[in-house]
């Protein structure tokens, strides 16, 4: 990479007042060498020379040659289309000259180093500890979901709320998310062809934002934050620079090693994978959160349909719901989002209204694991959360609530023996007598099995008394002359009677 004029402009601006840049195409042009003039210098291709009138240097140009020049005013008309930055009278041209060759030789570094680090099978968080170095200022990159993937300066945790949300919680908090969206914050750095300092709406401090593309497709963005108010256009040039490296070098690796770096690879792939190893799953916990093995946790989880996977802002408000409030880390695979919460037993309570409401909010079930401690068993917790969530019909409901996958057990297992095993006489019998009768007898004993024969719970359920419960039950009882009492009975009862309840 080359620095512009501009860019050069820029930094010798804030050390010299009443600087400016002339000539039309000054701010397009880049190049790649310096030189002091010389009483007979001969211009040559990419060249920017610095002319001490009072030493009587001159830039002869011969030919059709492309180079630019830094002048005081006295001299600026002698070099009429030129691109030229142009001095106060007076200024010290030597001293100028080793200030933008300090500059030049820290853009080189890093230019070598960004260059090194992308060739090589290394980090994002190391590109942008290399771009630190030369823009010591809070920086992340983050996926099309502004999700943080890497990122520079940890201590800002301890300015911005919504940057240590992002550490910990893995997604924006949903106040950010919706000021984005209300503002069009959101829509005008994704669609913006250039880096750009952003006077945000949405944030506590401004930043400078470089939508990363690939083919003309946003893969990931790049930010600088304003911490002191002080950054510029040099800080743009870099972030637009950089976001221009990293397009191709992403873009072509998703699949490859950097793809670690991106959070819809790192904890979701894990889990997805075949018999995870609990030394990937470990380290993959330890990234995404900073959490041992041995704990206390749940896994949430809710499907996310094409509309939302192409709309970020909403599956970001969808990722932000679940974990906002609580000791959580959101997670998104490829067509599930799913949120792992720890010390969730500390205030289960709390975590199932969350949920409740999640679920209200999104207009779909929410699926909730069971309580575990040992991190190493997720996937399995995972893989049942797949089952439910790929069941026919699972999201097509009036009123969205959070699925226990155990409440879903005797349905499941039913589904899965269907063809395998035999149908129950006793529930033929039932049915039959429910056809004929207009009785609800297939039903009632469902819901009495399901509820461990209580008649209290169970009347509270069909909306009866629990006397006339009991009546009912004691004509089934005489209908089908099975034994209740019998555990193998009441599990092949329920099964067989839950395929009829489910498929009525």
């Not at 106040?175 to 952003?198: C, F, P, Q, S, W």
């Not at 959101?330 to 500390?346: P, Q, W």
Request: aromatic share 10%; glycine share 6%.
């Amino acid at each position: 990479m080359k620095p512009s004029l501009s860019y050069i402009f820029h930094k010798v601006a804030a050390v010299h007042d009443r600087t400016r840049i002339e000539d039309e195409n000054a701010w397009k042009f880049d190049f790649e060498w310096l030189a002091i003039a010389s009483v007979d210098t001969v211009a040559k291709n990419g060249f920017l020379y610095f002319i001490d009138p009072q030493s009587g240097a001159q830039v002869a140009p011969e030919g059709d040659v492309r180079f630019a020049c830094v002048v005081v005013q006295d001299a600026s008309e002698q070099f009429a289309g030129i691109p030229r930055i142009v001095l106060p009278n007076g200024t010290e041209m030597s001293k100028v000259f080793d200030y933008v060759l300090a500059e030049i030789e820290r853009f080189r570094q890093w230019d070598e180093a960004i260059n090194e680090i992308l060739l090589g099978e290394t980090s994002l968080e190391d590109v942008l500890d290399a771009t630190f170095a030369l823009v010591p200022r809070p920086m992340y990159i983050a996926d099309t979901y502004w999700r943080m993937v890497a990122c520079a300066d940890d201590g800002m945790n301890e300015m911005s709320s919504y940057w240590l949300h992002e550490i910990r919680h893995g997604c924006l908090p949903l106040d950010a998310i919706e000021r984005l969206n209300e503002t069009g914050e959101y829509r005008r750095v994704l669609e913006a062809n250039k880096a750009h300092l952003v006077h945000t709406e949405s944030f506590n401090l401004d930043y400078v934002a470089k939508t990363v593309k690939f083919r003309g497709r946003p893969i990931a963005f790049l930010f600088i934050i304003n911490t002191w108010g002080d950054l510029g256009p040099c800080e743009v040039e870099i972030a637009e620079k950089l976001g221009k490296l990293l397009g191709p070098v992403l873009g072509g690796r998703r699949e490859g090693a950097l793809k670690e770096d991106f959070s819809e690879a790192g904890l979701a792939s894990v889990l997805e994978s075949v018999n995870p190893s609990a030394k990937q799953l470990a380290s993959a916990l330890a990234t995404a959160t900073g959490w041992k093995m041995d704990g206390d946790f749940r896994l949430a989880a809710v499907r996310t349909f094409e509309r939302e996977r192409s709309s970020p802002l909403v599956r970001m408000r969808i990722e932000s719901l679940l974990g906002s409030g609580l000791d959580s880390c959101v997670v998104a695979g490829e067509d599930t989002t799913f949120c792992l919460y720890h010390k969730s037993d500390r205030d289960y309570e709390k975590l199932l209204t969350h949920l409740e409401e999640c679920a209200k909010d999104i207009g779909r079930n929410v699926v909730l694991s069971e309580r575990f401690s040992d991190f190493s068993v997720a996937p399995l917790y995972y893989r049942q959360f797949r089952v439910l969530l790929d069941e026919e019909g699972f999201d097509a409901c009036e009123q969205p609530r959070v699925v226990m996958y155990k409440s879903m057990m005797a349905h499941m297992l039913a589904k899965w023996c269907r063809r395998k095993m035999p149908r129950m006489y006793s529930v033929d019998v039932l049915a039959d007598y429910d056809a004929m009768h207009g009785t609800d007898y297939v039903r009632t004993l469902y819901m009495y099995l399901a509820r461990e024969r209580n008649t209290v719970a169970t009347a509270a359920a069909l909306y009866m008394h629990r006397n006339s419960v009991h009546t009912r039950i004691e004509r089934i009882c005489e209908l089908i002359e099975d034994d209740l009492d019998d555990a193998d009975t009441r599990l092949c009862l329920l099964l067989a009677l839950n395929d009829r309840v489910h498929t009525s």
